[in-house]
């Protein structure tokens, strides 16, 4: 069974403009995403493993589906060294 990554609930997120940022409350640290992280991030819902989110992201933007996924997978681990990410089984 794949793990699958979820958003903290005690995170604090906002959409500026073109901006995507993280709030860590407990820190007090801000994170700015780019785009792709902001995707990413948003489907991290703990519904969706690695693989389903890349294909989310495939179903909106034409691009090479092993770099989409080394992508999301990347995200993911960056995230996660963060500790912005509960796990789901």
Known sequence: MSRKPKLRSDLLTREVEDEFLVYEPEGGEVYLMNPMAAAILELCDGSRDAA????????????????VQADVE??????????LLEWEE
Request: hydrophobic share 45%.
């Open 74 to 83: 990347r995200t993911l681990e960056e995230l996660s060294a963060k500790k």
């Open 52 to 67: 389903a989110i890349a294909a989310e992201i495939l179903d909106v933007i034409e691009a090479d589906p092993q770099t």
